[in-house]
């Protein structure tokens, strides 16, 4: 399995970005898919997860900024960020939980900066 993120870059504070993430490979089922970031010398911190029925989850520091979408048919979640701050400004890591094992994606850098 391997997941293919896209959509990162430079953007200033009060913008809007779009993230990606594909997953190929012989898959049967997506338990969970989302999004994960980590700042240097941090803990990778969850910002949002979405489950096969539909049910989210948000780091409380993204809600009503953030919204995570699915398309279970191409296996692909998309993270819509608006209204982004500089503390924004991490790697980006998309996830997927399959049959129990847990998948990650290369990582794709977002900065909020002026």
């Known amino acids: 399995v391997q997941l293919q993120a896209s959509g990162g870059g430079l953007v200033q504070p009060g913008g809007s970005l779009r993230l990606s993430c594909a997953a190929s490979?012989?898959?049967?089922?997506?338990?969970?898919m989302g999004w994960y970031r980590q700042a240097p010398g941090k803990q990778r911190e969850m910002v949002a997860l979405?489950?096969?029925?539909?049910?989210?989850n948000y780091v409380d520091s993204v809600k009503g900024r953030f919204t995570i979408s699915r398309e279970n048919g191409k296996n692909t979640v998309n993270l819509q960020m608006t209204s982004l701050k500089p503390e924004d400004t991490d790697v980006y890591f998309c996830?997927?939980?399959?049959?129990?094992?847990?998948?990650w994606g290369q990582g794709t850098l977002v900065t909020v900066s002026s």
């Open positions: 996830y997927a939980l399959i049959r129990g094992s847990s998948y």
């Open positions: 490979g012989t898959i049967f089922s997506i338990n969970v």
């Open positions: 979405i489950t096969s029925g539909g049910i989210i």
